[in-house]
């Protein structure tokens, strides 16, 4: 990791965060996050949006920033993952410093997001093999692309989970992750109670239990829902959900070579994971549209769905196999840049500690650097007196770094 490093020197220098004094103090974490979610001052910034179906319905779009004519017309790619619920409408800011290094940003918009559900599936953190359509997507359309990542928050369990899958396959040059909660069979349940209960959850029940988002999941899974809207906070939320999160019943695709060659090793306490795909027992697994008999019908004629606990349960087994990130973290080949803050109230900093030195250490991940900050709250970093985002140009500039810079080619 040591051209990784240097790379970020280079961009950032040794001194260059300096946390706004106006949001330190006791409770920095939380002015910083709140500042951060406030967007205050964030461009307007035009976009148009690529629009397309999947094979099992459902809608998914690339949101296409306009760019000066600065921007040249082979500029490297910069794919952005944002976090919960998240779409463009809340990225001017990463937007604008991706383009200030020259970058050509889009955004991902997932199931639901952006746009609303047209297909009883979605995941919380993301479908890997949707991110994979999405870039494949990006290729066709501008072949010989450079393409990177930029995620945040919940976003990073997708990139983190995807470059694992890939592992040097990968057609991605670099990639930063901004607060990842790494381990995400835990991370939720650590977040501050202020921000969990008190906000999170409800932010989540509006987003997939109302309009047309809601009436889609109710259609296929009433008694799903209901558990949803029952959570209390946004791990039993995402245990509810789970089921959600399963591809419609297919035949088992062929995975990246043997499964010796693609078996993760567990970190904390996710079991060891496909890299690709899994063997799950058939008879207990679960998913909105199944004709299993772990699946109770409620309505013969209509096909709605319901399930009960273990059902649930053995749907977020699968879940956390298919989905969490640490399985498959130790697989990632490219540069990526790795930020956490150890005022953080939403991703806690015992999530870095539980996790990083085992991710980072010895050949786990060896292109990875992880800049670890006592200030700078969940995402945002604002630095200076204007309370610029210093994450956003930190990413923007290592990231282009990573496409001009020698020192960080294979």
Not at 62 to 89: E, K, Q, R, T
Not at 104 to 132: K, Q
Not at 213 to 225: H, K
Not at 386 to 396: G, I, V
Request: net charge positive; charged share 20%.
């Amino acid at each position: 990791a040591e051209e990784v490093a240097e790379a970020v020197r280079k961009v950032a220098g040794d001194a260059s965060f300096w946390p706004t004094p106006w949001l330190g103090g006791l409770f920095s974490g939380h002015l910083q996050t709140i500042w951060y979610g406030l967007n205050i001052f964030s461009p307007q910034i035009a976009h148009r949006e690529d629009v397309w179906r999947t094979a099992d319905g459902g809608t998914l779009a690339l949101a296409w920033p306009d760019v000066p004519a600065s921007v040249a017309a082979d500029a490297p790619i910069v794919l952005i993952l944002p976090g919960l619920c998240g779409s463009i409408a809340g990225t001017a800011h990463t937007l604008r410093a991706m383009i200030s290094q020259g970058l050509r940003p889009v955004v991902l918009h997932a199931r639901g997001c952006g746009r609303p559900l047209t297909s009883p599936r979605f995941s919380l953190f993301g479908s890997t093999e949707d991110l994979r359509e999405a870039l494949m997507r990006i290729l066709t359309q501008r072949p010989g692309a450079r393409l990177l990542l930029h995620s945040i928050s919940a976003g990073t369990a997708l990139m983190v989970r995807y470059l694992g899958e890939e592992g040097a396959a990968t057609p991605v040059a670099a990639a930063f992750a901004n607060c990842p909660g790494y381990d995400i069979s835990v991370c939720l349940s650590r977040c501050g109670a202020l921000y969990d209960s008190a906000f999170y959850i409800g932010v989540l029940k509006r987003h997939w239990l109302r309009g047309q988002n809601g009436a889609v999941l109710r259609r296929a899974a009433p008694e799903v829902c209901r558990r949803m809207e029952e959570s209390r906070d946004m791990h039993s939320f995402m245990v509810a959900a789970s089921p959600f999160a399963a591809a419609p019943e297919a035949p088992p695709k062929e995975g990246l070579g043997s499964p010796a060659s693609v078996i993760g090793r567990g970190i904390g306490s996710v079991p060891p994971a496909a890299a690709r795909t899994e063997a799950r027992p058939r008879a207990q697994t679960w998913s909105p549209g199944s004709s299993r008999a772990a699946a109770r019908p409620s309505d013969a004629s209509s096909g709605v769905l319901e399930a009960d606990a273990s059902t649930v349960a053995n749907a977020f087994a699968a879940y956390l196999s298919r989905c969490n990130p640490m399985g498959v973290a130790h697989r990632i080949t490219v540069p990526i840049l790795i930020l956490n803050a150890d005022d953080d109230p939403v991703c806690k900093p015992r999530n870095v500690d539980d996790n990083a030195p085992a991710l980072l250490g010895g050949r786990s991940c060896p292109r990875a650097v992880l800049l670890r900050y006592g200030k700078g709250g969940h995402c945002c970093f604002a630095r200076g007196l204007t309370a610029a985002r210093w994450a956003d140009q930190l990413s923007a500039a290592f990231l282009a770094e990573a496409t001009t810079g020698a020192a960080l080619d294979e």
